[in-house]
């Protein structure tokens, strides 16, 4: 056993347990493995994104609208947005089987899918590097592809492991205040518990928001006492809001953030999904906290 599959033992009992609260929402006709692997509907990014990194692509009918990466997927037919599924258009591409990231919805959808027998399995959802190896693990298994998903778990555990050691080495931690959005100058900030949380620990900063889990609008008081050292956020919101607008609002503008004009804007797949590029999101975040590491 390699040293690091030997360090991911663990993620097989959090993956069942996790697994088990996942199909419970869905109901029981949920599977771990589809009988017949031709024709798949993908829906969440990085479900997508790992079908993909195993060479399995040809297997995919259709995707949902958060699946945006590689570029190519975008593609297939589209089912919708993961939360808002409409029965009829995942039916519509005669699917064999459905893979569904964890909080993928709604519950009614999920119901009339059951009752088509249309078999589903559904991935836990979770936000740390032990989550993306169950992910792989997972989806391989759900395909039928467990040797390949266990060489690329592998390789993407070696990633974040060597990401994580490096963004551990900062001895004073950035602090970091990711707002989900900004319309109208309204701040959605991420508290304990998201993904965006979950990035920002692991590539060595401090999340400044902890009194609550999820996301609430921030007064700008909240944001004063908050000090952040980076403001981050989406590149893709979709509300138009970018570095630039979020730095003419007068409470960013007064935090040191706001006041080096160090506010980040990263892809949202990339940065919150969980995927087999987390390494990669982990060093550039971290490299935009702290400065890129010396050269080797």
């Known amino acids: ?38 024709r798949i509907v993908s829906v969440g990014g990085p479900l997508t994104e790992i079908i993909y990194a195993l060479g399995a692509e040809k297997m995919l009918v259709a995707r949902d609208q958060t699946s945006t990466y590689p570029a190519e997927s975008k593609a297939l037919p589209d089912v919708g947005y993961m939360r808002q599924l409409a029965p009829e258009g995942v039916l519509s591409v005669n699917p064999t089987g459905i893979l569904l990231i964890q909080g993928s919805g709604p519950q009614d959808t999920l119901e009339v899918l059951k009752k088509a027998s249309v078999p589903m399995v559904i991935v836990p959802e979770d936000y740390t590097g032990e989550s993306v190896i169950a992910k792989i693990e997972a989806v391989g298994k759900a395909l039928g592809l467990e040797d390949k998903a266990r060489a690329l778990a592998d390789s993407v555990a070696s990633d974040i492991q060597a990401a994580e050691k490096a963004a551990a080495a900062h001895e004073q931690r950035k602090r970091v205040l990711f707002v989900l959005n900004g319309a109208s100058g309204r701040l959605m900030a991420s508290g304990t518990g998201t993904a965006a949380d979950g990035m920002i620990k692991l590539a060595g900063g401090v999340n400044v928001i902890t009194e609550y889990p999820g996301y609430k609008q921030l007064t700008d008081e909240a944001i004063g006492k908050a000090a952040p050292d980076m403001v981050l956020m989406m590149n893709n919101g979709g509300d138009g809001v970018g ?45 935009k906290l702290y400065g890129a590491p010396a050269a080797q």
């Open 1 to 38: 056993m390699s040293v690091i599959s030997a360090r991911f033992m663990r993620v097989g009992a959090v993956a069942a347990l996790a697994w088990s609260l996942a199909t419970g929402i869905a109901g029981a006709d949920t599977v771990e493995r589809f009988a017949d692997t031709s």
């Open 243 to 287: 570095p630039d607008e979020l730095l003419k609002n007068p409470a960013i503008a007064s935090t040191p953030a706001g006041r080096n004009k160090n506010v980040v804007a990263m892809d949202a797949l990339y940065l919150l999904g969980f995927g087999p590029r987390t390494g990669a999101a982990i060093r550039e975040l971290s490299a």
